[in-house]
């Protein structure tokens, strides 16, 4: 057991010693220059403070809570079953199965006194007939029985057939996107253009990577959807000054903005792509969290539907498509699994992402299997489909409820606009302070948005990230909030404490 005084010596050395002789070989100072310069908002400084008030909330009876809250709300993260999303049942019983194969030597126990149906029983012995066991490596891009099924599923999905050789799973989409900004990101110069709002795990890799990130702004005044001649321009600028610009990212639906994108913004952006040879990102991890009269139209389909009706001008556009098992009615964070499917890469690229991948030997197999299950679930006339359709039908339901609840107070709240609720699990709405509250922040070295969500923090426990974290225009002031956490009381808690913040600025 260390003592007390030599960690005190420790963390002294630590604090005071960087810059000067140390016991260390890595300091702040020597270490890589460019993670030090990347920046991930979604999990900084206010998601730290939120873990310390969860942290003294558990310490302490409500007796000497001495908190102005009982409870602290993560909703700066799309992290479902955190806030209480619960699991898919039939996907949880064929994981327990996997986990410990010797249960399905007990069938009759599982189905007549724990509640399994026949179906998770098989689906369960079919996945341990593929990949072995759950403990065992897969092939570097994953199972392949697994990946015929994602190869399925994309079929069914777009009405094209998918190549399961050019599916590969990943832990999690961020797996996969790291993975292709490494394969793209040739020099410092390369660049890749990037959605403004923003998911900051592109401008963190890319800072990562040494690579630019190349902006272009999403049109607030049209649903936070693409602006062809606004990415263009980006694009253009970006070039005259010298960078290498080789991809554009989509997230869509939208990260922080919730935005579903149409159709033609689809097209708009493949026939920009095959006209500028840029490959194209499409995020799409949200796919089945779309709202109201919105659909979703992934990028697979929309390039097919082009390269059909063309001769020949879009058969060389070279596309990336992503999906996860962490969002959407899944909700799986933890279990990291994820895909991506390759469209027009040349295969000598090919090779070279199929021995990046290889370096870290598989994806989670466990997370694996739940792909297979996401894409694969149980069908009508399955002993688990029923439940399975009320749990999903449950929770897709709580969620545009929550949606829908926190919009309307949005629309409540003095100098707050917000787009309609269309996808994913996020509102981004747009914040006007007043002079007084930006002086404040000026005083307090802060952004304005920063300062506001801080003080939503410290009076209420509701964690929101600032708009500073993904980019916004300048002079705009937003901030990022999931609708996951369960019931509408934390909701009022942001309204009030937006009167009375306010009162408090009011010139």
């Known amino acids: 057991m260390i003592s007390p005084i030599i960690t005190h010596i420790s963390k002294s050395s630590h604090r005071t010693m960087s810059s000067t002789t140390t016991l260390h070989c890595l300091t702040i100072d020597n270490i890589n220059p460019h993670v030090k310069a990347a920046k991930y908002a979604v999990r900084g400084e206010l998601a730290v403070r939120a873990e310390e008030y969860r942290h003294r909330l558990s310490e302490q009876s409500s007796s000497d809570n001495t908190l102005p809250f009982d409870k602290v709300i993560s909703a700066n993260i799309g992290n479902p079953q955190q806030l209480d999303q619960k699991p898919i049942t039939f996907f949880r019983q064929v994981v327990s199965l996997l986990e410990y194969p010797a249960l399905l030597d007990n069938g009759e126990v599982l189905i007549n006194q724990l509640g399994y149906k026949k179906d998770a029983l098989e689906r369960a012995r079919w996945l341990l007939k593929e990949c072995h066991s759950v403990g065992a490596y897969s092939q570097s891009h994953g199972v392949p029985g697994i990946r015929q099924s994602v190869a399925k599923f994309i079929e069914h999905r777009d009405g094209y057939p998918a190549d399961p050789s050019l599916i590969y799973l990943s832990a999690g989409a961020s797996s996969g996107v790291n993975t292709l900004l490494h394969i793209i990101c040739a020099s410092p110069q390369t660049g890749v253009l990037v959605p403004i709002p923003q998911y900051p795990l592109y401008t963190a890799t890319l800072s990562v990577l040494n690579a630019r990130c190349v902006p272009y702004y999403l049109d607030e005044s049209a649903a936070w959807g ?192 917000c787009q309609d609720p269309q996808g994913s699990m996020y509102l981004f709405p747009t914040i006007r302070v007043s002079r007084k509250a930006i002086e404040q922040a000026k005083k307090e070295g802060r952004a304005p948005d920063e300062m506001y969500a801080l003080r939503l923090l410290d009076a209420t426990g509701v964690c929101v990230v600032p708009g500073q974290g993904f980019g916004q225009k300048e002079g705009s002031l937003h901030f990022r909030t999931t609708f996951l956490a369960p019931g509408t009381e934390w909701i009022g808690r942001i309204k009030t404490f937006h009167e009375k913040f306010m009162d408090e600025f009011r010139d």
């Open 226 to 417: 693409t602006d062809i001649k606004s990415i263009k321009t980006a694009l253009d600028q970006a070039r005259s000054e010298g960078t290498d610009v080789r991809a554009i990212v989509v997230i869509n639906p939208g990260n922080p903005t919730g935005a579903s994108l149409s159709e033609e913004d689809v097209k708009g952006v493949i026939e920009l792509a095959a006209k500028e040879k840029l490959v194209i990102m499409a995020d799409e991890v949200y796919q089945t969290n779309v709202f109201g009269e919105r659909k979703f139209h992934s990028f697979k389909k929309g390039l097919r539907d082009l390269q059909s009706q063309n001769d020949g001008t879009y058969d060389n556009v070279e596309l990336c498509s992503l999906h996860s098992i962490s969002k959407g009615m899944v909700g799986e964070c933890g279990q990291r699994g994820g895909y991506f499917e390759l469209v027009g890469f040349h295969p000598e690229v090919v090779a070279q992402i199929y021995k990046f991948v290889s370096i870290t030997l598989c994806p989670p197999v466990v997370g694996q299997c739940l792909v297979e299950l996401m894409v694969n679930p149980p069908s009508p006339g399955d002993e688990s489909y029923s439940l399975y359709k009320e749990e999903w039908n449950g929770i897709f339901k709580g969620l545009y409820e929550r949606a829908t609840a926190l919009h309307q107070a949005f629309q409540e709240m003095e100098g707050v606009e």
